[in-house]
């Protein structure tokens, strides 16, 4: 037998790495991610987004929509916050079933002041069904609330407050951050 055609085991696990890794590829490739999220699904960024602008809606100034605040939330889901994630998905289920069975619509696709009820409803902790049980409309919101907050006033650098949003409404200097500020002189 010929030495250079002989399979040895560097050439074996060689060739094994090269296909594995194209295969690999090849299903990065066919199936693109489903989700633009790292956390949430699309469905759940989509009813999230409304759920912020609930809390935070655009007037003269942009909402917590359009200053990333359920970019910040995802972000947060897969750190520091990671133990709310069942929260979040028991919370955002809940408020899509409850919307589909009595207004047989999309939380995202009802009218600015009935989703305004229905959080109101929730914050109060008045919400009723088997979904419901143990207080996740008062604990769901409460969450929803602190962190749609924090994305929209924290440092941009977590994933919310896209464009300084806050600090440019409330007339603040940016903050300091060593290595981050150029400042004009």
Known sequence: MDIQNKLNRRRFITLSVIGASGMCLLG?????????WRFLTKQEGTLLDALVEQIIPTDEWPGARDAGVTNFIDKQLV??????????????????DTCKSEFQK??????????????????????????????????????LRNHTMQGFYGSPRHGGNKGNISYKMLQLDYPVII???RYKG
């Open 179 to 181: 290595g981050q500020n």
């Open 28 to 36: 990065r490739c066919a199936n693109p991610p489903l989700s633009p």
């Open 79 to 96: 750190g520091p916050y990671i133990r709310y994630q069942d929260v979040y998905r028991r919370g955002m289920a809940a408020i899509q």
């Open 106 to 143: 999309a939380f995202e696709t009802l009218h600015f002041d009935l989703q305004t009820k229905f959080l109101e409803k929730m914050e109060s902790g008045k919400m009723k069904g088997d979904l419901w049980t143990r207080g996740l409309d008062r604990e769901f919101f409460g969450l």
